[in-house]
């Protein structure tokens, strides 16, 4: 059987969208469960390339056959835009989700002060403009399935003879909708996302990517040999070389630009683009990626339009230019590739279809019906949630009647034209939105009646311009008016309006609605006053990526019964969501006054499911008094230049008072600390000191008293009192000392001295008691002068000082003491190591505290250092200090304990003074 | 969410690539030849793409 048997087709094509089916039911399955799939900048991305429908797949190589590389600027705009978003979307996502707006109409008309004029305008504005575009991917669907169906025969005559139930793209406008109404109206609330609808547009970005990829690359690789071959045929074929340059674009290098600003105002004004980017957003932040991933998905799925072009114009494809992504390979005898292209086509204009009937529905049923409705008073009574259900029937029968119109459009006038011209005239009329949106975001004089005004005129001036004498080319009025003018108006051409000619359609139709538009918004803005609503709105706008915003008391100051406004929210969104809405202050009377946040979340929460403008009508109903607190807005937002600056240098200063104080803290903790030691020192001295004297003191009444001791007793006694009193001597020399190296009157007397001679001094001043206590003690003395400037008596004893504290430190069971003296660059080091336990990382620079020592024996732990004054290693570190040298801690190198290393800089050379002495390794 | 110098850059960005895709730069290139404006329109938008994710998705490091 063959791939293009009609039944093989249509049950590709439904199988299709069966998928879709599948791929959004999951993605709302998923979504419920809070494990949402769409959560992904690349999703975004994806997504938003809905802009990319049947037009771009089909009519793209159909313009580039007939206007060169001017199908380039339809991409090439939305480039732009989506560079701009990181500035713009980023700022319509957060006041659409501040203000749960959801749709470009919902958008504007809270722009302006809630106007549900302004809403109804551009939802009527859009509605007449956009049908046509739904329209277009009806053809183009229709058309595409009659080439893949008939082929050879044409496309025209295929089509002559259906009816609409023969008609495919009837049904599928049919499935569409049953589509649309499952997955695009769950929630009443308009403003929450549909994630399945989402998940299955992106899904549908990616088939028709891979479709039009796979039929170029066929068509460039297969066809012909690669690139090179296929331009050098075109090369030889004079003709088609006229298609590749500017003199084909229509109105020349002007044609180019006012295409470019259209596409550029266009991908900002489509509703289905808004509805994708800003309503749909999930995180403001995928607006990051998705500002250079979508140019990027632009870029690839044009890369191969001029190949298939060029390749179809100089082939006997035949044909209209717009089905050449069929015909070729079709005309090869293929049949999977033509039936993937089918599907790409397919799922372009699907993805179109579903987001912008979705955002079409919401416009037409919150901006047009329910206005009507509360205006009229024609809502049904009931009680809770009885408008809930109602009101979704409104949005699924709107997008029902939506889909049909479309159909309508297509069936009655769809042969008129060629996909690009209904593309770009669509175009035209979403480029009208543009102005009131952008100007809207930044400019917060522009009010109301200028908005209304501007978009009304620009809506006139496309309409005469592009839509009405479309009309006329399809032989429904008379085309005299075209050349002659409306009544012999020559001015009014609508091609040429006042007289302005030689310019495409386009770009003159772009020119004259902008003036009119721009002109009226800004103008009529300058000379009239906006409400008090209108100025808050407008300032919540311009300055919604302001950081104090929510700082701004936004309440209403009227005086709310809670109970009527808990009836009206009842009454319009059910049970459930009032609930939501009172749940942050449940248990209150309702017969208190709402507080004003609790009126802002009613308000917000009717503003998702009814548009901002009918739930600002609501809820004046029961509000009394004045509605908004606006002096106060204003105020917390009136940011002028001034301002800002003092808050900038006030912040300034409160950052330098905060390090200062910081800094101040942090200094004032230390003194505590130091006089908490020095506490502690003073207690320890003073029990220093009193040992040695109160043995002293003990003997000495032992020998008065009893004159009668045996003599080696009196010996022994004598001797420990002229030990303790050297201790005591010793104790005190060593605290004098510290006392003046601390007050700076340490007098030492520098001279050139050898500090390896000094360190043999040192090592026969301690061997022997070393010795008596069974420490192994080895010098290694690598240099044999060691010339330093210094006081030969205190580095003596800083020395002998270091040796005696490694002794005490060295290992219990066979403790060994290491020092050597080395040359380091400009100096030497002399380092005492033991064999002990070592010394922490962050205990090291603890050691040379005065008080630390104390303290650390008072600790108790386990391997508690042996007692001492500890004041040894302050004093030799002050005495280095003072002769220019360091002394600080390390690893022991070789015997794996602590080492002490003392550097001091080598003396200016002075030959007469230093001796050679030869080094002696002392045991 | 974007330092102000970033910023900066991107408004750079976009002032470039609007002049690199209009006219007094794009008749330089229409004189080259035939199928040089659209392969000039390709390598200018794809660098323009480069550049802007590069400075969109690199930035986040600093």
């Known amino acids: 059987m063959s ?180 997955f695009g109206t769950r929630h009443l609330d308009a403003s929450e996302r549909h994630e399945g609808m989402v998940a299955a547009i992106a899904f549908e970005s990616l088939v028709k990517l891979a479709a039009f990829l796979a039929v170029g690359a066929f068509t460039v690789f297969v066809l012909y040999r690669g690139p090179g071959e296929l331009f050098t045929r075109v090369a030889e074929t004079p003709n088609l070389l006229g298609v590749l340059g500017l003199a084909a674009v229509p109105g020349g290098a002007l044609g180019w630009v006012g295409t470019l600003a259209l596409a550029f105002l266009a991908f900002l004004g489509l509703p289905r683009q808004f509805q994708v980017m800003v309503v749909e957003n999930v995180d403001e932040r995928h607006i990051i990626r998705a500002a250079w991933l979508f140019p990027l998905y632009l870029l690839a799925i044009n890369l191969f339009v001029l190949p298939i072009a060029l390749a179809g114009l100089l082939g006997d494809a035949g044909g209209d230019p717009d089905s050449f ?119 917060r004089g522009a009010n109301r009646l200028g908005a209304g005004l501007g978009l009304t005129a620009g809506f006139i001036v496309w309409a005469w311009t592009l839509l009405i004498p479309g009309f006329a080319q399809s032989g429904w009025l008379d085309a005299g008016f075209l050349t002659q003018g409306p009544f012999g108006i020559a001015w009014l051409r609508p091609y040429a309006l006042f007289g302005l000619e030689g310019w495409d359609i386009y770009t003159h139709a772009l020119l004259w609605s902008l003036v009119a538009n721009v002109g009226l918004l800004v103008g009529v803005s300058l000379f009239t006053r906006p409400s008090a609503l209108e100025q808050t709105q407008a300032a919540l706008f311009t300055e919604a990526l302001h950081p104090r915003l929510d700082q701004a008391s936004l309440g209403h100051a009227g005086h709310t019964p809670r109970g009527e406004l808990r009836a009206l929210l009842d009454r319009y969104l059910g049970a459930a969501t009032t609930a939501r809405v009172f749940a942050e202050e449940p ?174 001094h040192g090592v026969e001043a301690v061997q022997r008691p070393l010795e008596e206590r069974g420490i192994t003690l080895e010098v290694a003395l690598e240099v044999d002068a060691a010339p330093v400037i210094g006081d030969p008596d205190r580095l003596e004893q800083v020395i002998i000082n270091l ?30 190591e033991d064999n002990g336990p070592g010394i922490a ?80 390794p002392a045991a | 969410m974007m330092t102000s110098r970033r910023k900066e850059r991107l408004v750079a960005l976009i002032v470039l690539a609007t002049l690199l895709f209009t006219p007094p730069l794009l008749l330089v290139t229409e004189r080259l030849g035939p199928g040089a404006l659209t392969l000039y329109v390709f390598l200018v938008w794809a660098a323009v793409i480069g550049l802007a994710a590069w400075l969109l998705e690199g930035g986040r490091r600093e």
């Open chain 1, 3 to 182: 791939l293009r048997g009609e039944w093989t087709v249509l049950a590709v094509a439904f199988g299709y969208l069966a998928l879709l089916f599948l791929i959004a039911a999951w993605g709302d399955r998923r979504a419920t469960r809070g494990r949402s799939i769409i959560g992904s900048p690349t999703i975004y991305a994806l997504s938003i390339a809905v802009y990319c429908t049947a037009w771009t797949f089909y009519g793209s190589v159909g313009r580039a056959a007939e206007t060169g590389p001017s199908f380039l600027l339809i991409y090439l705009g939305p480039t732009l835009a989506m560079l701009l978003a990181p500035f713009v979307t980023r700022k319509m996502v957060r006041i659409a989700r501040a203000q749960r707006l959801t749709s470009i109409a919902d958008f504007i008309s809270a722009r302006y002060g809630k106007s549900t004029g302004l809403g109804a305008l551009v939802a009527l504005i859009a509605l007449i403009g956009i049908t046509p575009y739904i329209a277009l991917q009806l053809k183009a669907i229709t058309l595409s399935h009659a080439v893949l169906v008939d082929y050879p025969v044409t496309a025209g005559q295929a089509l002559e003879t259906t009816a609409f139930w023969a008609d495919k793209s009837f049904w599928v406008a049919l499935v569409l909708a049953v589509f649309i109404i499952l």
């Open chain 1, 325 to 443: 992504v069929l015909t070729l390979p079709l005309a090869t005898g293929a049949e999977g590739l033509p039936l993937l292209v089918f599907i790409g086509g397919l799922s372009a204009a699907t993805g179109m279809m579903i987001v912008e009937t979705i955002a079409l529905s919401t416009m037409v049923s919150n901006q047009l019906v329910m206005p009507l409705l509360l205006r009229a008073r024609l809502l049904p009574r009931g009680g809770q949630g009885a408008l809930a259900g109602w009101m979704l029937g409104v949005r699924r029968l709107a997008i029902l009647a939506i889909l049909l119109l479309g159909y309508g459009y297509h069936a009655l006038v769809g042969d008129a034209y060629s996909l690009v011209t209904i593309g770009l005239v669509s175009f035209a009329a979403a480029a009208q939105f543009t102005p009131a949106l952008l100007i809207g975001l930044y400019w």
């Open chain 1, 587 to 760: 248990d209150q009377d309702d017969r208190h006054p709402a507080s004003p946040a609790l009126v802002a979340r009613g308000e917000r929460a009717l503003a998702g499911a009814l548009g901002s403008a009918s739930a600002r009508v609501l809820i004046d109903s029961v509000v009394r008094g004045e509605a908004l607190d606006l002096p106060a807005l204003l105020s917390v937002l009136d940011t002028t230049s001034e301002t800002l600056e003092m808050n900038r240098r006030l912040e300034q200063k409160s950052r330098e008072l905060e390090r200062t104080g910081e800094a101040l803290r942090e200094a004032n903790e230390r003194l505590r600390e130091l006089d908490r030691l020095k506490d502690e020192f003073v207690a320890m001295v003073s029990h220093e000191l009193r040992t040695p004297l109160t043995s002293i003191r003990a003997f000495a009444e032992i020998l008065r008293d009893h004159r009668d001791l045996p003599d080696d007793k009196r010996e022994h006694f004598l001797e420990v009192v002229v030990r303790e009193s050297q201790r005591l001597s010793r104790l005190i020399e060593e605290i004098l000392d510290l006392a003046r190296l601390e007050s700076g009157r340490l007098t030492l007397h520098p001279e050139r001295l050898d500090l390896a001679e000094l360190a043999r």
């Open chain 1, 803 to 832: 040796l005696d504290n490694a002794g005490k430190f060295a290992d219990g069971a066979a403790p060994r003491v290491r020092l050597a003296l080395t040359r380091h660059k400009r100096g030497f080091r002399l380092a005492v």
């Open chain 1, 841 to 920: 990382e962050a205990e090291r620079e603890r050691v040379f505290e005065k008080f630390h020592q104390i303290q650390h024996q008072d600790d108790g732990a386990p391997r508690a250092r042996p007692r001492g004054t500890g004041l040894g290693l302050p004093i030799s570190r002050g005495i280095v200090a003072h002769l220019g040298g360091r002394l600080w801690v390390e690893d022991a190198p070789t015997l794996g304990g602590a080492c002490l290393v003392m550097e001091l800089p080598a003396a200016p050379d002075d030959s007469a003074s230093s001796t050679p002495v030869p080094a002696s």
